[in-house]
Nanobody, 122 residues
Framework: QVQLVESGGGLVQPGGSLRLSCAASGVIFSIYTMGWYRQAPGKQRELVASITSGGTKNYADSVKGRFTISRDNAKNTVYLQMNSLKPEDPAVYYC????????????????WGQGTQVTVSS
């Protein structure tokens, strides 16, 4: 069964950190570009970061220097280390997979998971 399961969200104070995980099952994980997305209430889902099968990383301008994406192909898992969290970062965070172009345009190849909620509040 093809599945993406996100975890690691929670409540954190401004300036704090969280590490999100996304475990994939039922797919040949290593061949995919992986992307982390977020969707805040009333807003469209946006790509936050991506990592190709070869390890090339790209970030949205809003998170550059604060977020780091990484992957562990042996564990079929992609991570998002989020540091210096800001009040504008709260959202439900999702991951998905696909070709590099598909990930950029948000057309992931896999069924979307439930996501993980990130809340930033003092």
């Amino acid at each position: 069964q093809v599945q993406l399961v996100e975890s690691g969200g929670g409540l954190v104070q401004p300036g704090g950190s969280l590490r999100l995980s996304c475990a994939a099952s039922g797919v040949i994980f290593s061949i995919y570009t992986m992307g982390w997305y977020r969707q805040a209430p009333g807003k469209q889902r946006e790509l936050v970061a991506s990592i190709t099968s070869g390890g090339t990383k790209n970030y949205a301008d809003s998170v550059k220097g604060r977020f780091t994406i990484s992957r562990d192909n042996a564990k079929n898992t992609v991570y998002l280390q989020m540091n210096s969290l800001k009040p504008e970062d709260p959202a439900v965070y999702y991951c998905n997979a696909g070709s590099p172009y598909a990930v950029v345009i948000g057309k992931g190849s896999l069924p979307w998971g439930q996501g993980t909620q990130v809340t930033v509040s003092s």
